[in-house]
């Protein structure tokens, strides 16, 4: 199982970035996916989900700005992240899990500049 994400970088406040996620090695499309973040000094936090059957949640922190969507033909999870603020600094990595299973793949970091 391998869930290889990417587009993080350096943004100035208030400005966007979007990453991606792209599965392999499991049935994509029966997984829940989510974005998690952790920033230096803090606890991994949940920032947006998305299943097949609830749609999508988001952390109150994101609501409004951030949004999850999946390809399942292309087995990619997206976080598309307009207004972004200095305090959503942090590694972000995705996660698929299905019945009690959970994967984690690799951070990618996302840096906003004041």
């Known amino acids: 199982v391998q869930l290889q994400a990417s587009g993080g970088g350096l943004v100035q406040a208030g400005g966007s970035l979007r990453l991606s996620c792209a599965a392999s090695g499991i049935m994509f499309s029966i997984n829940d996916m989510g974005w998690y973040r952790q920033a230096p000094g803090k606890q991994r936090e949940l920032v947006a989900g998305i299943t097949s059957t609830y749609g999508a949640n988001y952390a109150d922190s994101v609501r409004g700005r951030f949004t999850i969507s999946r390809d399942n033909a292309k087995n990619t999870v997206y976080l598309q992240m307009n207004s972004l603020k200095p305090e959503d600094t942090a590694v972000y990595c995705c996660?698929?899990?299905?019945?009690?299973?959970?994967?984690w793949g690799q951070g990618t970091l996302v840096t906003v500049s004041s």
């Open positions: 996660n698929a899990r299905h019945i009690g299973v959970s994967h």
